[in-house]
């Protein structure tokens, strides 16, 4: 699956549940780096990288998902294999039930 299918499902599926969402374009006037998806759901700042099943974040990317953080937000590097964990996730997420504690990578 392509990286632009893939973020069309993740798209729908957030605004399925109501949450707000931006996505980001590397274009030299935004930070490079930044997160493709910048998502508010529940009251809670999730920053989501999308990646197709072989893509890999740069290291710039990964900074960002650890500052994300760091600051107390959700953030991490979303693949189409992960897209069910993802979706429990943000469902989880509207309940107030969640793990801080969750990895960067979500396969």
Same mark, same amino acid.
Do not use: H
């Given at each position: 699956? &392509?990286?632009?299918? /893939?973020?069309?499902?993740?798209?729908?599926? *957030?605004?399925?549940? +109501?949450? @707000?969402?931006?996505?980001?374009?590397?274009?030299?006037?935004? &930070?490079?780096?930044? $997160?493709? *998806?910048?998502? =508010? =759901?529940? !009251? @809670?700042?999730? +920053?989501?990288?999308?990646?197709?099943?072989?893509?890999? $974040?740069?290291?710039?990317?990964?900074?960002?998902?650890?500052?994300?953080?760091?600051? !107390?937000? /959700?953030?991490?590097? *979303? @693949? $189409?294999?992960?897209?069910?964990?993802?979706?429990?996730?943000?469902?989880?997420?509207?309940?107030?039930?969640?793990? &801080?504690?969750?990895?960067? @990578?979500?396969?």
């Amino acid at each position: 699956m &392509r990286e632009k299918q /893939f973020e069309t499902q993740v798209k729908a599926f *957030l605004k399925e549940q +109501g949450c @707000y969402f931006l996505k980001t374009w590397s274009n030299g006037v935004q &930070r490079q780096g930044v $997160p493709d *998806l910048l998502v =508010c =759901c529940n !009251g @809670y700042f999730v +920053g989501v990288e999308l990646k197709n099943e072989t893509g890999k $974040p740069s290291e710039l990317q990964l900074w960002n998902i650890e500052k994300i953080r760091e600051a !107390g937000g /959700f953030a991490f590097v *979303l @693949y $189409p294999s992960g897209f069910n964990k993802f979706k429990e996730f943000i469902r989880d997420l509207k309940q107030e039930k969640f793990n &801080r504690e969750m990895e960067v @990578y979500m396969k």
